[in-house]
T-cell receptor, first 112, second 115 residues
Framework: SAVISQKPSRDICQRGTSLTIQCQVD?????MFWYRQQPGQSLTLIAT?????????ESGFVIDKFPISRPNLTFSTLTVSNMSPEDSSIYLC?????????FGPGTRLTVL | AQSVTQLGSHVSVSEGALVLLRCNYS??????LFWYVQYPNQGLQLLLK??????LVKGINGFEAEFKKSETSFHLTKPSAHMSDAAEYFC?????????????FGGGTRLMVKP
């Protein structure tokens, strides 16, 4: 198994501001993923982050709103930009291993 | 394209009773299938996975699931529910390259366990 940590664990932000979420994996992985879980909902993939290339975004998500960095094989960041109350969600990262994805504990974001 | 349907957004059982959470999938390629559990205010924890080996898969905490290709199902069961099993359960599918590919999640089933 793998251990994945996220920072911050939760935050309350004002609309119009930005928040950067960090994700750290305890071993090297080629692919990392970012998901959004809106209140009471399932998980929706935001983007796939490969080291050394641009992130691949799913339909409905754009780089200007959710810029992602992947500087090495154990770390990634997701920024939620120009936030609105609709961005209030849990944001989870995961690491893609040979036949499994392991998830971080999530970042609980509230936008006022 | 892949999709997952979890029948029953809420399931309630008595402590000691059988747990059955239903998952049906659609996939144009041989699937990898997963069950994850999410306890309140926590991330997702892998319960078990099917990756084209044995069709009956045993996971953690006494859970197991059976891959039935003819029924396109991967239902999760546990013979005897514990209060600590109360959580949200997600079924997910990915392509044949494993979870290096994206996961597609079902809508989730909230399991409630009554004393």
């Amino acid at each position: 198994s793998a251990v994945i940590s996220q920072k911050p664990s939760r935050d309350i932000c004002q609309r119009g501001t930005s928040l950067t979420i960090q994700c750290q994996v305890d071993s090297q992985v080629t692919m990392m993923f970012w998901y959004r879980q809106q209140p009471g909902q399932s998980l929706t993939l935001i983007a796939t982050a490969n080291q050394g290339s641009e992130a691949t975004y799913e339909s409905g998500f754009v780089i200007d709103k959710f810029p992602i960095s992947r500087p090495n094989l154990t770390f990634s960041t997701l920024t939620v930009s120009n936030m609105s109350p609709e961005d209030s969600s849990i944001y989870l990262c995961s690491g893609g291993f040979t036949d499994t994805q392991y998830f971080g504990p999530g970042t609980r974001l509230t936008v006022l | 394209a892949q999709s997952v349907t979890q029948l029953g957004s809420h399931v309630s059982v008595s402590e000691g009773a059988l747990v059955l959470l239903r998952c049906n999938y659609s996939s144009s390629v041989p699937p990898y299938l997963f069950w994850y559990v999410q306890y309140p205010n926590q991330g997702l924890q892998l319960l078990l996975k099917y990756t084209s080996a044995a069709t009956l898969v045993k996971g953690i905490n006494g859970f197991e699931a059976e891959f039935k290709k003819s029924e396109t199902s991967f239902h999760l069961t546990k013979p005897s529910a514990h209060m600590s099993d109360a959580a949200e359960y997600f079924c997910a599918v990915s392509g044949p390259l494993g979870a290096g590919n994206m996961l597609t999640f079902g809508g989730g089933t909230r399991l409630m366990v009554k004393p």
